[in-house]
């Protein structure tokens, strides 16, 4: 196995990209039942979650650096849905990420603050909203030919050559 394969700026693209839409989605379930991360419960240690949580911040704003040099534009095109979905995905990816240097989750902080009440119903339309914003990407990608900062061209159908 060659590394240099996988270190493309296109390979490290869809690895952040494909890591920060599952940490969403895995991310919604231990939210939909009470914010205890699902790693422990698979018997993965704080350590190693921590591991996981920095990938994700690293993730992210490696994400949101290539969305920058790619003139914040989306599956080659200007879409605030697009756009406001990936920022949700990069932010959260990045406040994960600080939960390994800060010790401190923000958005739980926020969400405690307004009461245990409040705080899990906070936490179950998060875990929804995390999931469209997955769901939404995915098919977006999928449809873009996987690919996130440019537009895929649309195969020419036909012959390509005029006749003589």
């Known amino acids: 196995m060659d590394i ?12 952040a990209f494909v890591w920060s839409l599952a940490r969403l989605v895995i991310a919604a ?11 422990y419960k698979l018997g993965i240690s704080y350590g190693l979650l921590s ?8 993730a992210a704003i490696y994400l949101l650096y290539v969305w920058h040099q790619n003139d914040r534009s989306l599956f080659g095109r200007d879409n605030q849905l697009d756009k406001w979905l990936f920022l949700i995905m990069a932010i959260t990816g990045i406040n994960l990420g600080l939960v390994t240097v800060t010790d401190s989750n923000i958005g739980f ?27 939404h990407l995915w098919h977006t990608w999928k449809a873009n030919g996987e690919s996130l900062f440019t537009e895929t061209p649309t195969p020419v159908k036909g012959p390509t050559a005029t006749p003589h």
């Open 4 to 15: 240099k394969e996988h270190t493309t700026p296109e390979q490290l693209e869809r690895y």
């Open 109 to 135: 902080s926020i969400a405690w603050n307004l009461g245990p009440t409040m705080a899990m119903l906070l936490m179950k339309a998060t875990a929804l909203l995390y999931l469209f914003v997955a769901y």
């Open 51 to 58: 591991v996981f949580w920095l990938v994700s911040g690293i």
């Open 29 to 39: 379930v231990s939210l939909f039942f009470g914010a205890m991360p699902i790693a």
